[in-house]
């Protein structure tokens, strides 16, 4: 964070009263006791497990230069530090960030979608920094308090900011996108995520397009999946300008002639504005992740990007942790896809494990999928239909939910002696070790509650087994 009047921020914060001593302005803050630094402005957040309110004391003794608090209670100032009492903290602190990204020329490009956001938010930032200074959303700080703290790690010599966007319920997408201001927007896809909390799809739906309607009030530009259905019907309930991405020779960015490998995917590019045609070599598993690509393609492009360099640097794009990994130990590939799951990635995934051509079998193992309200035990079932649609050999279940996975594959004609139902996490190891042998590929997904990611620490090095565990 750059410096600031000490007053602006004062205003910016809804101070509703204030104590202590005036100074002129300031240029750091934290919203945690542990990392006070001497001079730092502290929010006193309540969080699920703590209070910040609870370390007010200790961080004044450290040196802050002063304290925003929420609650009727002493503060033990000395004489060179203050204090703002405002209505709510996390809030305080979501205006600070909104009047700071206010101060700085910036592109902001906000993404939002069911799945592929982190992905996407990761493609666009490494195909923008080409050209352009390029700030981004780090991991999946994505929400209430990710976002400001990504908006308030803005510099001068920033150029872009690529902001990812989650939610669990209405409204939230549109807080964010109100503190991020963004003027370039990404709806990635609409699908049955979040559904305990939203209800809906249509719910889904409307949440998503709370930034669709952002950009429109900043006369800004949107980018949409034109392969999703209810993600290009938003092109007709919006005055923002539309680009389009997909299959489909109409699209403004496409992607035709594709071809899945075993670790990667061959495709066209085609920009129709410009006539421009070229080969691009995707180096990760999935079709899904060519709309990932279009879509990061486009937005640099829209930016100022050289189309030759960004397909260049399309070949060289990394993927985040544990979205389609790979490990292969022993001829066996392992393919780690377990940062989460909901019933449309789960189909992806399986998409995936039926693409791929390989000498072998072709080995399941999902957890539950969780956060689905009352469509769970269906979705479930379902996922059980396509896995016997997809050829699996063999699938492994972990969790109770997914107990109707692995029944519904059975009646669906899966040999029940090529499935097998877990409900402790440390029994998949031993039946991989016993079903898996030179050739196969082993598929892990799951909900971020289920990590089976940690199922690998079997096979992975111990070098790699304690950066995982760290």
Known sequence: MQSCPFKEIRDALKVESFQGSLIDSLNSYSIDSRTIQK???????????FDGHDYIAEVLKKGAAGVVYSIDMAIPLSEEQFAFKVSDTCEAFQNLSHYYR??????VVGITGSNGKTTTKEWVSQLCAISLKTHKTEGTKNNHIGVPLTLLELTSDHQVAVIEMGMSGLGEIDRLAEIAQPNFGIVTSI?????????????????????VDRVAQNQGTLFLNGDDPLVIKMKDETEAKVFTFGTDPSFDYVARNISVLKDSVLFELVVKEEGFVASVALPHLGRHNVLNCLSAVAVAHQLGGALDLLVAGCSKLVAPSMRLEQLEKDGVLFINDAYNANPTSMEVALDVLEEMEIEGKKIFVCGDMLELGMVSELAHQQLGEKVYDSKVDVLVTYGHLSQATAQRAIESGM???????????????????????PGDVVLLKGSRRNQLEKVLDEWRSDEQKEVVNS
């Open 415 to 437: 040999n029940e002696a090529d499935v097998f139902v877990c409900y402790e996490k440390k029994a998949i190891p031993d039946i991989l070790k016993d079903v898996a042998t």
């Open 39 to 49: 001079g730092d402005l502290y929010f006193a957040i309540k969080g699920d497990r």
């Open 102 to 107: 206010g101060k700085q020329s910036v592109d």
């Open 191 to 211: 699908g049955s995520s979040h559904l305990e909390q939203l209800g809906s799809v249509e719910n889904v739906y409307k949440a998503k397009k709370e930034l």
